[in-house]
């Protein structure tokens, strides 16, 4: 069954401080790993999309990498920002199936000051 | 920065009511979603729309929903029937593109049924 885990479930950092959050997925074949942010109450906001053959990629201070043999993703946040806190969501779309996209259940950021 | 719009914020309803949800994609996306997130859990998918017709759709996707374009800009979700575990929040999203293009998604609306 396809899937897409995320750890840790939740995590409190302190502003300025780096963190890094994992995604692992048994989507196979897969066409694209997202991650996105998603405030409470609020729509997802895309942070990077990496195809199958692209090992990272940066978007700012957000930069997530990805190993499609271990099918492992990971997206390291450098010099946090109390604005940064959020659900932070892995999402794989399967290969060939448009905007079938299967989501996580999010790492819940906490930054506090 | 073009978005896409969705109404209503939030919405509540008495168990066995009609439904409908409505959204403005962005104007030259061709490919339109709608997915569903119910508090504490992961978002879902539940349907893709292109050409005027369903491409897609998941199992949650019964026949109590339905999908339509009525007028080449609105999109729209319609729940004949609502039970209680159809609260949730539900997103529409666009893209430009059927391939690897960023899918846009609006702010969602809460649904809250009774």
């Known amino acids: 069954k396809n899937q897409v885990e995320q750890s840790p479930q939740s995590l409190i950092i302190l502003e300025g401080k780096n963190c890094t959050l994992q995604?692992?997925?048994?989507?196979?074949?897969?066409?694209?790993l997202r991650w996105y942010k998603q405030d409470t109450g609020r729509g997802p906001v895309s942070l990077t999309i990496?195809?199958?053959?692209?090992n990272t990629k940066s978007n700012g201070r957000y930069t997530a990498t990805l190993d499609a043999d271990t099918k492992q993703s990971s997206l390291h946040i450098t010099a946090s920002q109390l604005s940064d806190s959020a659900s932070y969501i892995c999402v794989v779309s399967p290969y060939n199936q448009g905007g079938k996209l299967i989501f996580g259940q999010g790492t819940e950021l906490s930054v506090k000051p | 920065e073009p978005e896409v719009t969705q109404t209503p914020s939030h919405q509540v309803t008495q168990m066995g009511q009609e439904v409908i949800l409505r959204c403005v994609p962005i104007?030259?996306?061709?490919?339109f979603y709608w997915y569903r997130q119910i508090l504490g859990q992961k978002v879902e998918f539940l349907v893709s729309f292109y050409n005027n017709e369903i491409s897609e759709k998941s199992e949650i996707f019964d026949d109590q929903f339905s999908v339509e374009r009525p007028d080449g800009s609105n999109f729209t979700l319609k729940i004949r029937s609502t039970k209680l575990e159809d609260s949730a929040m539900y997103f529409c999203?666009?893209?430009?593109?059927?391939?690897?293009?960023?899918?846009?998604f609006g702010e969602g609306s809460r649904l809250t049924v009774l």
């Open positions: 990496m195809t199958f053959s692209e």
């Open positions: 995604c692992n997925y048994t989507v196979s074949p897969f066409s694209n």
């Open positions: 999203a666009s893209r430009q593109t059927r391939k690897a293009g960023e899918l846009f």
């Open positions: 104007s030259n996306h061709l490919y």
